[in-house]
């Protein structure tokens, strides 16, 4: 009778299975990572659908895109940036619309993309009725060199002289240090999609869009009541919507949205 066969040493088996293993580690360590540094849910608040999305500065950086600068040419949607993200192998986790634009498809306010300032801070004061931007006071959303978020009134962020890294004015404010925007009207009837942002925390940013139309108080209302925003800035309405990755888009139906002049965006850092 032939001698039984010995069983194949454990060592050996554990040795062909450690390259497995730490490859599925490590893609699970990405996964968490980005996992925690966009963090999206619905929330429901009197009686309205919100798409918030929280993102973590410290885990990936937030910024903004306009043009493609390698040709100059607006992304126009979102779809376009998520292209070029791939193209640079950046996996696009989170996008949003910026602020209000004018006619010519250009930021109507302050608008600075790595430092560099595309578009001078707007001062002027218009007719609400020719436009949300008019309505005072508007506002300035930054994020700073040192990593750092917050949302001033325009004429605080002039006041403050400190140069940011990435911004993007738009209007009206929605809460300024804890209060509604005087503007308001609980009741009115002017029903829009509408998206804002605000600073939480220095390093925590919170987006949110309607998934249906409502009036500035209630979306107000939500970030000052159920976000405990301090300062929170409208970014626009009827078109907004976001992207978060997985999950697809949220906000105003596709057929409602138009070319943007400018995008928010959490991208996954190119490998070296």
Known sequence: MPAPALPR?????????????????????????????????????????F????????????????????????????????????SHDRRLLFAANAGIYDRQFAPLGLYVE???TLVPLNLFRGNPAAGNFSIQPNGVFAVYADGHAAVR?????????????????????????GKLNDSFVDDSASLKWR???CAVTPHKVVFAVSEAPVNFHTFARLFRDELHCQDALYLDG????????????????????????GMFAVFTQSRP
């Not at 009827?238 to 139906?253: C, H, N």
């Open 9 to 49: 040493p454990l060592s050996r088996g554990l040795s062909l299975c450690w390259p497995l293993l730490l490859a599925l580690l490590t893609t699970l360590a990405g996964c968490s990572r980005q996992a925690q540094a966009v963090d999206s849910d619905e929330r429901v608040f009197e009686g309205q659908t």
């Open 51 to 86: 798409r918030v999305v929280s993102v973590d500065l410290k885990r990936e950086p937030l910024s903004l895109h306009w043009k493609d600068p390698e040709d100059g040419q607006p992304y126009n949607d979102i779809e376009t940036l998520r292209q070029w993200g791939l």
């Open 114 to 116: 790595e430092g560099k």
């Open 153 to 177: 009134t325009s004429t605080d962020y002039k006041a403050d002289a400190r140069p940011a890294q990435w911004a993007t004015q738009s209007g009206p404010m929605l809460v300024i240090d």
């Open 195 to 197: 998206s804002g942002v």
């Open 238 to 261: 009827t078109i907004s919507q976001f992207y978060v990755d997985g999950q697809g888009y949220a906000g105003a139906p596709t057929f409602m949205v138009k070319p943007y002049a």
